[in-house]
């Protein structure tokens, strides 16, 4: 037999934003794809149109645009398998509700919401389906001719599947191996709906995946106890010799590991479920997203790729390729995965290190221009090489080096209760002297001088350099101090030193 071609999809229902943990869905996907030369498919599940949200299709497609992650085919993408909208597909569907219905796999049921209701108030743990359905109004226990009546009168209808019982179903998970149910356990699901003439999610997701040639559902753990009915489903079609094979992802956990990851947890420590910033169409709501919150999208990327999975040995910063080298379903756990935001901080800070400077420059430039600072670009790399080091965030690149693009306006309480103590100012200004007539400016040569100098005073080198660092940073913290300077230049170092000279006491 020859193989199969790899074909998975995301199939995302646009209900709001895209959760954390449907990125790492689509991830693995991806992943799994790429490794195995196939096709990456995006398919949007609508056909729930009371849970559809406005701008949700968009927010997610423009969440894999920052994310780097393409589709090979899909929604906003075309291909030979389309269209990928579900509600753009009824047609497709209706003709495999009524197969099911021709062959007696599945039966039309007109029982009103108010007759279920009176129903599960009657039997305890009411579950329609073979010990309850010929006491229920469908077209197995009604006579023909009030079935007919019912339809001639509009009567509006569901579809059920007709479950047999007594059957075992097998589901073959590549990360849980064979989960094997006994189908009595599974109630006559609803597989359409008259009133809007719209699939359910599972006739449309089956239909779909079979349509599509999907041959691996790659998804989250919640969608393990729907697995048996779609395999009965697949069955009932007489698609089994192209059913997908399943692997159901672990569960996302909060960060102290008890229980399921929510949107409160975020909120409660401080960091986004939710790879972009969303703003709730009804309730005007923002909640905050990775990109606004200046992560960069290969930390996530790669901090996401190791909740569940890991690569056999210690290697945790891997780039998408090799990602795509190592991936492997087979040493994905079942058990659920820690979302510990802190090691996404320190991804952060460890792809702003790897990252070309000029790269960084670009994200932090804007920032500069917002504060009114025209600092050439170049002059930016250069700062950003010196400092990038000390930040887990571009963002905060601002408070660890503002004093290379502005002279300090203020100083530092501590630093100068430390170092501005007599005879520090004296230190100072004859420093300044000593720059202001020094033959050469440039770091390299006139700190040997400096150095010299101070010897020859007899002074302290730690004493004299930290208050002429409170003079020019505003804080005893920076840089090599001569790389500051630098960078700032003569005139500029010259003169903040001599206003701190003249703001500051002689002695603190
Ligand atoms: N529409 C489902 C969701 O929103 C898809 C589940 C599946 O992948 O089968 O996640």
């Not at 495999?96 to 049921?109: I, P, R």
């Not at 059957?167 to 809007?196: C, F, P």
């Not at 753990?221 to 009915?229: N, R, T, V």
């Not at 901090?303 to 056999?312: R, S, T």
Request: overall charge negative; some cysteine.
């Amino acid at each position: 037999m020859t193989e199969r071609r790899v074909r998975v999809r995301f199939a995302p229902s646009p209900t709001g934003p895209l959760h954390i943990g449907g990125v790492r869905t689509a991830l693995y996907n991806y992943l799994f794809a790429r490794q195995h030369g196939g096709d990456f498919i995006f398919r949007i599940e609508d056909t729930d149109s009371n849970r559809f949200v406005p701008g949700a299709e968009e927010y997610i497609i423009e969440s894999f645009q920052w994310l780097g992650l393409a589709f090979d085919e899909g929604v906003g993408v075309g291909g030979d398998h389309g269209p990928y909208r579900q509600s753009e597909r009824r047609d497709i569907y209706k003709k495999y509700v009524q197969q099911l219905l021709d062959e007696g796999k599945a039966y039309m049921a007109f029982d009103t919401p108010e007759e279920l209701e009176a129903k599960r108030n009657e039997i305890a743990n009411f579950q329609y389906d073979a010990t309850t359905r010929m006491q229920m109004r469908n077209s197995l226990a009604l006579p023909k001719e009030e079935v007919d009546a019912l339809l001639a009168s509009g009567h509006q209808y569901v579809v059920r599947f007709l479950i047999e019982p007594g059957v075992e179903v097998h589901v073959n998970d590549l990360i849980r191996g064979n989960v094997v149910i006994n189908s009595s356990v599974l109630d006559d699901k609803v597989l359409y709906k008259s009133a809007d003439e719209l699939p359910t999610y599972h006739l449309a997701n089956i239909v779909d995946d079979h349509l599509m040639e999907v041959s691996h559902v790659i998804r989250g753990e919640e969608w393990l106890p729907s697995a048996p009915l779609h395999v009965l489903l697949y069955r009932a079609f007489g698609w089994e010799d192209t059913m997908p094979t399943f692997a159901h992802l672990p569960l996302l956990l909060k960060p102290e590991g008890n229980g399921k990851l929510s949107k409160r947890d975020g909120d409660r420590l401080g960091f986004p479920v939710f790879p972009l910033e969303w703003h709730d169409p009804k309730t005007g709501d923002i909640s905050s997203g990775y990109r606004e919150k200046d992560y960069l999208p290969e930390a996530v990327i790669n901090f996401l790729a190791l909740l569940g999975w890991n690569p056999g040995n210690d290697q945790e910063k891997m780039t998408l390729d090799e990602m795509i080298q190592l991936f492997d379903l087979s040493r994905c756990s079942k058990a659920g995965a820690r979302f510990d935001y802190k090691k996404l901080v320190w991804f952060n800070h460890e792809y702003i290190l790897s990252k070309d400077d000029a790269e960084i420059a670009r994200l932090f430039e804007p920032m500069l221009r917002e504060r009114g600072i025209n600092e050439e670009f170049d002059r930016i790399v250069k700062v950003v090489s010196l400092m990038k080091g000390r930040v887990n965030f571009v963002h905060e690149l601002w408070d660890t080096c503002c004093y290379f693009f502005e002279a300090p306006e203020s100083y530092d309480e501590k630093s100068l209760k430390k170092w501005w103590k007599e005879p520090a100012s004296t230190y100072v200004r004859e420093l300044c002297d000593f720059i202001e007539q020094a033959p050469v400016f440039a770091g390299a040569e006139i700190e040997p001088l400096i150095m010299e100098w101070i010897a020859s005073k007899e002074w302290g080198v730690g004493k004299v350099m930290n208050a002429f660092r409170v003079t020019l940073v505003g804080a005893a913290v920076g840089p090599h101090i001569f790389e500051l300077t630098d960078f700032i230049g003569k005139e500029e170092t010259l003169r903040r030193a001599r206003c701190a000279l003249e703001v500051l006491p002689a002695a603190i």
